[in-house]
Nanobody, 114 residues
Framework: QVQLVESGGGLVQPGGSLRLSCAAS????????MAWYRQVPGNQRELVAA???????NYAASVKGRFTISRVDAKNTVYLQMNSLKPEDTAVYYC????????WGQGTQVTVSS
């Protein structure tokens, strides 16, 4: 059974930074792509950033140049470094593991407000 646990969300002022972490249980972590999604109430969940097992990353246009996704397979952990945060980045952020089956964490709230 795969479990994903996110942490690192919170309240930050515009222009600030946060780093989200997602720790995965199980020994399959290193061979599958991982991603971060976000969701605002009333909207669909949207892809923020994804990283392959070899470390190749891609980003939504709205976060490119501000967010960085990375992974440390030895720690079964994927990170999302978020810089220059804007109020429109406010959302619940979810970690995703795609093995052919989709696994989701419980989500962590990020609020960008002065």
């Amino acid at each position: 059974q795969v479990q994903l646990v996110e942490s690192g969300g919170g309240l930050v002022q515009p222009g600030g930074s946060l780093r989200l972490s997602c720790a995965a249980s199980g020994s399959i972590f290193g061979i599958y792509p991982m991603a971060w999604y976000r969701q605002v109430p009333g909207n669909q969940r949207e892809l923020v950033a994804a990283i392959t097992s070899s470390g190749s990353a891609n980003y939504a246009a709205s976060v490119k140049g501000r967010f960085t996704i990375s992974r440390v397979d030895a720690k079964n952990t994927v990170y999302l470094q978020m810089n220059s945060l804007k109020p429109e980045d406010t959302a619940v952020y979810y970690c995703n593991l795609n093995t052919g089956l989709l696994y989701w964490g419980q989500g962590t709230q990020v609020t960008v407000s002065s």
